[in-house]
């Protein structure tokens, strides 16, 4: 009754028989709200997800006239049992642990017991693979565990595991015997498999048909896309236990955090439908502050998130300067121009689907950006010297003479063989990858720049923003920005990081009056959307297509 009144009105006054009214504080409408928001309508009444019990238990000690039974007070009593932590770490793990990788390993132990899935968040650089090989040991005597994660970080599982648990049998699976590698998978191997494998369906229906008793996801935010064949593969996993790995939680909407949940624990945050009902709109559109907390209180028990800044305090400082760049007045014309006629375009389209109209003006985005970078990434024919290059070219030759070392990165291809080619001319020594390179010649390119071969990386965004650890740089240069802010901080946490002894500084390059400084602008509302969950600031939506059109509007 209470529910449905809550649906119904919005006053503070209950109707409980005709012209008798009972008044509901504010704190208790409140307190039904939350309740509202954990449970699902069965009939007459509720139901809730167990593990919904300890957010719930809050509730009824705030309450304090529910009534629970045996049953209950033993399902809570269990979510809240707690181990030594120095019981958690197996022997066999061969590593000096960090007071703060001791708790996430006891953490992960205590969801392991429970038996509920767990997201580990923490920040870039911080030790994750090392607390996750400490759960893989302690699962290792009952059968077979297996990692996922992008193929960049296949090898880096592996030499993790041989360094620091050697007790395992690290697998790389893939070539032609996969088949044999399941049926010979036993105690203590561990299979590594990249994610465009996995998502392949013989595949997926191969490493579905196993009873794992570990699932790690390593860089989670990859099944973020509940419609992906990905998504649909890894949902079909069974373990004892499920590990997702993610410094980014939250990329862009809370649509994601949703599907994350799905993985680990089903059923938590309801029907997707429900969720955005119920947290997503609230909190993304409404900015309800209220929806945020319960949302958070929620999920709390199950994610960990703990940032550099908190637990690094050895860590040098890094340092952050964005460069603002004005384009010449031929640059100018020339993009200015290419906006004219993405308007007309959008314009005389206007009447298509939503979803066709988004992809369209996002095509038309992408040129604007490209024009920001360099002419000839829009049109090979018109070539208009580069005033952004020019400006590197500048901040490139003061850290060179000074001794210092740059990883750079864009998220355009293209861009990175125009500044490679100047490179080339200025006979100034870098290495290089973008998503084609091979793997064996991708460990190279790292292991040559960490031993001082070159003083420039080059990395295309996608492929070189995670899994690795590239500290001889000093210093990071960001080409042109990326949608989202997280991605770029992935990207610089490549050198800043455990094992970097020097200061980090992070140039951003953003041409003014152009669509670039809009998604800076864009980044302020977007920043550190999994932080902001955990702490409480506001979060930002996906954006519609008015929205994206709005970045090539005139201001």
């Known amino acids: 009754m209470l529910l449905e009144y809550l649906e119904k009105s919005t006053t503070r006054f209950l109707e409980i028989k005709p012209g008798q009214f009972v008044e509901l504080t504010r704190a208790f409408r409140k307190r039904l709200q939350a309740l509202d928001r954990y449970s699902a309508r069965h009939g007459k009444g509720v139901r809730f997800h167990p593990l919904a019990a300890l957010a719930l238990e809050g509730f009824f000690q705030e309450v304090g006239t529910v009534r629970t039974d045996k049953a209950w007070k033993a399902h809570i009593a269990k979510l809240q049992t707690r181990t030594d932590p120095l019981q958690a770490v197996p022997s066999t793990l061969n590593a000096e642990l960090r007071e703060y990788q001791l708790e996430g390993i006891n953490w992960m132990n205590c969801l392991s017991g429970w038996g509920v899935g767990a997201c580990l968040a923490d920040d870039m650089g911080i030790g994750k693979t ?191 300067i964005l460069l603002n760049i004005d384009l010449s007045k031929e640059e ?60 590197f070219s500048e901040i490139l030759g003061e850290l060179m003479s000074n001794g210092h070392k740059a990883l750079v990165f864009s998220q355009f291809v293209g861009h990175l063989s125009i500044v490679r080619k100047y490179l080339d001319e200025s006979k100034i020594k870098y290495q290089y990858l973008d998503g084609s390179t091979p793997a064996t010649q991708r460990q190279k390119a790292i292991h040559g720049f960490q031993a001082g071969e070159g003083d420039v990386f080059l ?60 998604i800076v602008q864009m980044h302020l509302r977007k920043r550190n959307l999994a932080d902001s969950l955990l702490a409480g600031s506001d979060l930002s939506g996906k954006m519609s297509a008015k929205e994206l059109l709005a970045l090539i509007q005139e201001s």
């Open 332 to 391: 100018m014309a020339f993009y200015e121009a290419l906006r004219q006629q993405a308007l007309e375009r959008i314009s005389s389209d206007d009447e298509g689907h939503e979803g066709q109209n988004h992809f369209k003006i996002l095509a038309e985005i992408t040129k604007l950006r490209q024009a920001c970078c360099h002419s000839e990434l829009v049109n090979k024919e018109i070539s208009i010297a580069s005033s952004k290059l020019a400006v």
């Open 130 to 320: 090392m607390q996750a090989l400490a759960l893989l040991i302690r699962h290792a005597p009952h059968g077979p565990s297996l990692v996922i994660a992008p193929t960049s970080v296949c090898a880096n599982w592996v030499a993790e595991a041989n360094r620091f648990a050697p007790c395992l049998n690290p697998i790389v699976f893939g070539g032609n015997n996969r088949k044999k590698i399941l049926e010979d998978a036993g105690s203590f191997d561990v299979l590594i498999c990249s994610y465009g494998l996995m998502q392949q369906k013989k595949v997926a229906a191969m490493l579905s048909h196993v009873s794992w008793q570990m699932v790690v996801l390593d860089e989670a935010q990859a099944i973020k896309n509940f419609a992906t064949q990905r998504s649909r593969a890894v949902m079909e996993l069974t373990a004892a236990f499920k590990v997702i790995l993610t410094g980014t939680p939250i990329e862009n909407h809370l649509g994601e955090l949703w599907n994350l949940f799905q993985f680990i624990n089903p059923g938590l945050l309801g029907s997707l439908e429900r969720f955005n009902k119920t947290f997503a709109i609230p909190i993304e559109k409404q900015g309800n502050a209220r929806a945020r907390k319960d949302l958070k209180r929620l999920i709390q028990p199950f994610i960990l998130r703990r940032t550099k800044a908190q637990v690094l305090e050895e860590l040098p400082p890094r340092t952050e």
């Open 459 to 518: 990395i295309s965004l996608k492929a070189g923003g995670l899994g690795l650890n590239i500290t001889a740089a000093d210093y990071v240069i960001h080409l042109d920005p990326w949608w989202n802010p997280a991605v770029e901080n992935q990207a610089s946490d490549r050198a800043h990081r455990m094992g970097q002894r020097r200061p980090v500084t992070i140039y951003r390059l953003i041409t003014r009056g152009t669509v670039e400084e809009k």
